[in-house]
């Protein structure tokens, strides 16, 4: 027999099912970070093992292994990341759109303008077509500062200077991002753990207002 959930109950378990996927994100990165540390610790380790004169050139020696547990590793694993998580909310909130056309015999079908991005579609979309209360305040100009982010990892390798004006203020206007000193995107674990939480929350809200 099969069983028909609500569109309600099939919104919140969508929402469920992103929230438990940002979670198993942040899983992976302090368990990748969690590596780093220990090689750094080892390497720490060899050279204090060392004559002191012979510190330094150890750490010469192996400066492309330093940087990378140290710098380049880190790094590199949340850019990663926060493309992916990009991709769970847009991926997801087009999903709550499609739930939310199906309790809607009026709506139109849930489509991406030219020029437009697909979560400035699915905000479209859900305020205009299906009428439904979500937020427009701070948390969503947070996401939306995270798309030019994103934007500027996949099209330009993180090189902010290559990006746009309104990717450089999205960069200046979020904490936890910078432009390190060579100008390419850096990130502290904080910028993650705020956009996982910022992209949970909203996409729970939006389910919560599908009827």
């Not at 438990?20 to 970070?33: G, T």
């Not at 499609?98 to 020029?115: G, L, W």
């Not at 205009?128 to 030019?148: A, M």
Request: aromatic letters at 10%; hydrophobic letters at 40%.
């Amino acid at each position: 027999m099969a069983f028909k959930y609500s569109r309600r109950k099939t919104s919140i378990v969508l929402a469920r099912l992103i929230e438990m996927q940002i979670a198993r994100f942040r899983e992976y990165r302090k368990l990748v970070d969690g590596g780093f540390r220990d090689e750094l610790r080892r390497m720490k380790k060899v050279a204090k093992g060392l004559p002191a004169d012979d510190q330094h050139e150890y750490f010469d020696w192996h400066y492309d292994q330093l940087s990378l547990a140290r710098d380049e590793g880190p790094q590199i694993h949340r850019a990663a990341l926060v493309i992916a998580m990009y991709s769970v909310f847009e991926r997801g909130l087009i999903q709550l759109c499609r739930v939310a056309t199906n309790q809607s015999i009026t709506a139109r079908a849930f489509e991406k303008q030219a020029n437009e991005s697909y979560i400035s579609a699915a905000r479209r979309y859900l305020k205009k077509d299906l009428r439904l209360r979500v937020l427009d305040g701070e948390e969503w100009r947070r996401l939306d500062r995270l798309r030019l982010i994103r934007n500027c990892l996949v099209h330009d390798m993180g090189n902010v200077a290559k990006s746009s004006k309104a990717t450089q203020r999205a960069v200046g206007n979020t904490a936890g991002v910078s432009s390190g000193n060579q100008g390419y995107l850096q990130f502290d674990v904080s910028a993650l753990e705020n956009f996982g939480k910022d992209i949970a929350t909203y996409c729970k809200r939006v389910a919560d207002a599908i009827p």
